[in-house]
């Protein structure tokens, strides 16, 4: 068979040239002329036993004579032979060898055979037996030889199909006088060294030869001397495979290895896109796009919401853009740009397909879908792009956008390796645009929960100036189980509250918002700071009973703690109550910092009942400081709570300073940027209000004090300039006093409080509560708390020492 055919097991990452293959050179009639080192290691017969004796003498078994004559005879008829055979050791055993059997040429013809053996046994169980020998697969070997001045005496007809060098030209040559070149100098050196040494040169020459600059083969030569019986050099012989496969799937695995390593580097869908174009450019393609679809979120306007350009829809925006030239001029739309395709168009068709499209020469004759987009068209004819694949991102059976690769300097048009090449790199981009997609919406839900958590503006009214900060452990999902507030009651006094919740994360958010939504609820009906504790400390225990009876993995009982104020500017009084919490720091206008002694309850969720909460009364100076705060700003992993809390102090000694400079000048302290729990800080600048502003009467129990409550009343409100309120004011004061006098006990007094808004308060020794009536029409009473409610913006009751309170708001300025 012309060209050598041999079968090479698939299990050997070399074809012939090997570490440990034996070669041997026989004449025409049978006789050994080469011997190989390698093969006096194989069969035990040293050079000068083997040189100038009969191959089937030394190498058959007795008897076999016959045998060995015919399978030359097959050799001949064949101009080759590969496969498995018995051959005798020097020390009488039998070898199981696979044979390559080729001609070589020299100036006379076909008349010498170069044999290449392999140990069946260096070979591993499942290529050696019958089934894997069969399935071989066929390598075209090029064989040459070569004398001691480096001449070539032989060739096979393969050399020839891998150089593209003639035979006529090659014999009596040397190979710098066959093809000139610093290629074949470097080669030739090789050739000497082998030849002085005696060592062979395995697997070198590698890369694409200059005849085939289109990079469709690739081959490896290795190199071995040839010796007579005394080891003296005959010369050399080289031995060239083609590892066009090899070296193809060595050239992917490397740029797979590389990209894997520079892909997906953060968890931006943007950056992902322009890394899978820089990376592909010059490398596979002259000029590379990644366009996402709006299914992916960039955190930018919706494509859905950009208006259509003409019959063209927006579809994808860009999210890398390569180009080996600068600036990438082939480009129609920049990155973060929107990018409008015709509706019929290999783009629209990788997307409804989910199939890859690659064109050799991209067709762009009247008639087809170009004809829709001639600016396109302008610029493939500008830049010469002649070739094109259209690779879909696919990634969870979900199509995200769609690769474009294209070649305009480089002359060979994309082959179905390029495409395989070109889809194994868009997947490994499309996991990583997949895990930056699932995680912007899962850190924008999560941003969205704590941002319907947290209060999005503080107002402390006309009873403090506030300031906060929150750092939540989790700084890239931005939740925590912190949480703050401020709370504006009746009477112009104002709620401070700061907690935490046990954990960090989803879980912690939401049991903080339950919470947080309790603290409110609570807060609006006016409960004292120890109550409204007390009424908190079984909602994180019933919340984990509700967790437990859903389906699902349970979670453990999140325990929290809490500290709650309640300041009243009229009194400058305020009272506080804790759960297990740090207590506040207090600091005066001189700038002395104390940190209250109270009594520290138990964190919420225990069980240890109402009693395990207590509160204290304060009065503070006005413009006072108070700092609540949770213990992630005052504890870490190498500072325990009094070091922190010693710290703390330090920075609070400047109270005269913006609050907001000084809640930043607090965080600066904390050691670490990325605190390893969450942080809270709430700071309120105490207000009071003027005894102008306060307005209070001690009224007897008599029905006829209601009419001078009411001139009382109006009185106080002209000279506070606010007579549009006199009427309304008016029915108030009348029902809320006729309403105590006939239901409560004890005294009673009338108090009005101007601030944001006007309260009126009438407060009794009675505990019961005035209720909302629905009276009948025929009924004479009952209507007294219906109409007060109907005349204000807000009415409520809270309880007090000596009885209870009974308010209504109304704002400065009516409603029109």
């Known amino acids: 068979m012309d060209g050598t055919e041999v079968m090479v097991p ?20 049978g006789v050994v002329v080469g011997w190989t080192q390698a093969a006096e290691r194989l069969a035990g017969y040293p050079a000068a036993e083997a040189v100038g004796r009969p191959a089937a003498d030394m190498l058959s078994a007795a008897g076999d004579a016959a045998k060995a004559s015919a399978f030359a005879k097959r050799c001949r008829a064949r101009c080759g032979w590969s496969g498995p055979a018995a051959v005798r050791h020097r020390d009488g ?59 070539c005496t032989w060739v096979n007809d393969a050399m020839e199909l891998h150089d593209g060098i003639p035979r006529e030209r090659r014999l009596h040559r040397r190979l710098t006088e066959t093809a000139p070149g610093a290629e074949s100098e470097a080669a030739e050196e090789v050739l000497r060294q082998v030849l002085n040494s005696g060592r062979p040169a395995l697997d070198v020459f590698q890369g694409w030869p200059p005849a085939f600059r289109r990079r469709e083969h690739a081959y490896s030569t290795s190199v071995f001397r040839l010796e007579d019986a005394d080891g003296h050099a005959l010369g050399v012989y080289a031995m060239c495979v083609d590892v066009t496969d090899r070296e193809r799937a060595r050239e992917r695995l490397a740029i797979l290895n590389e990209v894997s390593t520079r892909i997906g580097s953060t968890l931006d869908v943007m950056r992902t896109g322009q890394e899978l174009a820089d990376l592909t450019v010059p490398l596979l393609a002259d000029f590379v796009t990644v366009d996402l679809t709006d299914s992916v979120p960039l955190g930018e306007e919706p494509l859905a919401r950009l208006a259509p350009l003409g019959d063209r829809i927006p579809v ?45 020469v991209q067709d762009t004759s009247p008639g087809l879908w170009c004809d829709q987009h001639p600016a396109g068209v302008e610029k493939i004819h500008e830049y010469g792009t002649h070739s094109c694949m259209v690779v879909p991102i696919r990634a969870r059976d979900e199509v995200l956008g769609v690769a474009v690769f294209m070649r305009t300097e480089n002359p060979v048009p994309f082959e179905e390796d390029d495409l395989l090449l070109a889809e194994e790199l868009v997947t490994l981009a499309a996991l990583s645009l997949d895990n930056a997609r699932r995680y912007a919406r899962e850190r924008s839900a999560a941003l969205t929960l704590q941002r319907d958590l947290l209060p999005q503006r503080l107002n402390g009214g006309d009873a403090v100036e506030v300031a906060s900060r929150y750092l939540p452990a989790d700084m890239h999902g931005g939740v925590g189980g ?48 120890d109550e409204l504790l007390a009424r908190l ?3 994180p225990a019933r919340c984990t009973e509700e967790d437990a009876d ?127 729990d969450d942080v809270t800080l ?35 409100l002209t000279e506070w300039g606010l007579q549009d309120l006199a009427t309304t004011t008016e029915l108030i004061v009348s029902e809320l006093v006729t309403n105590a006098i006939l239901h409560a006990t004890g005294p009673i007094s009338l108090r009005l409080v101007r601030h944001q808004l006007l309260t009126c308060e ?34 409520g009751t809270r309880y007090t020492t000596d009885g209870k309170i009974v308010w209504a708001e109304q704002e400065l300025t009516p409603a029109n």
């Not at 392999?118 to 090029?142: K, W």
């Not at 990155?335 to 499209?357: C, M, Q, Y």
């Not at 989803?506 to 409110?520: D, F, H, P, Y």
């Not at 709430?682 to 001139?711: C, E, G, I």
């Open 93 to 151: 055993g039998t070898l199981d060898l696979s044979l390559q059997v080729s001609p070589l040429s020299g100036q006379y013809g076909r008349d010498h055979w170069l044999i290449s053996a392999t140990d069946m046994a260096a070979v591993s169980p499942g290529a050696a037996n019958g089934s894997v020998l069969e399935s071989l697969i066929r390598a075209p070997i090029g064989i040459s030889v070569r004398d001691l001045e480096l001449r």
């Open 10 to 29: 698939k299990a050997m990452q070399w074809p012939v040239g090997m570490p440990g293959a034996a070669i041997a050179v026989v004449d025409a009639e």
């Open 537 to 539: 400390n079984d909602l």
């Open 550 to 676: 859903a389906k699902g993995p349970t979670t453990a009982v999140m325990g929290a703690t809490c500290v709650y104020a309640v300041y009243d500017p009229v009194t400058r009084r305020c009272t506080i109550a804790r759960a297990g919490h740090p207590p506040p720091a207090i600091i005066d206008p001189d700038g002395h910092v104390t940190f209250p002694d109270l009594p520290a309850g138990t964190p919420l969720g225990l069980g240890l009942g109402p009693f395990a909460f207590e509160a204290v009364e304060l009065e503070l100076h006005e413009g006072s400081v108070l700092a609540f705060y949770t213990d992630g700003l005052i504890e870490t992993r190498d500072e325990d709570i009094d070091a922190g809390m010693h710290r703390l102090s330090t920075v609070l000694v400047e109270p005269c300073l913006p609050l907001e400079d000084l809640c930043t000048a607090v965080v600066d302290t904390l050691q670490s940027p990325a605190p390893s």
């Open 762 to 795: 009438v407060s009794d020794t009675s505990s019961s509560l005035p209720r909302l009536c629905h009276a009948r029409t025929t009924d004479e009473g009952g209507r007294g708390i219906f109409i007060a409610t109907q005349s204000s913006a807000r009415l």
């Open 682 to 716: 709430l700071l309120a600048r105490t207000r009071t209000l003027s005894p102008s502003q306060v307005a209070s009467w001690d009224l007897p129990t008599d029905p006829a004090v209601v009419s001078r409550a009411r001139s009382m009343a109006v009185r106080q």
């Open 482 to 529: 912190d949480w703050f507030d401020v709370i504006q009651l009746s009477g112009a006094r104002v709620a401070l509250v700061v907690g935490d919740v046990v954990g960090h994360g989803i879980n912690a958010a939401a049991t903080m918002g339950r919470l947080r939504t309790a603290v409110q609820t609570l807060a609006a009906m006016d409960l004292p700071p």
């Open 316 to 360: 994808f925006r860009r999210a890398g853009l390569a180009s080996i030239r600068q600036g990438g001029p082939e480009a129609r739309w920049e990155r973060g740009e929107a990018v409008f395709v015709p509706p019929v168009s290999p783009f629209t068709h990788v997307l409804s397909s989910g199939k890859s499209f690659v064109g050799p």
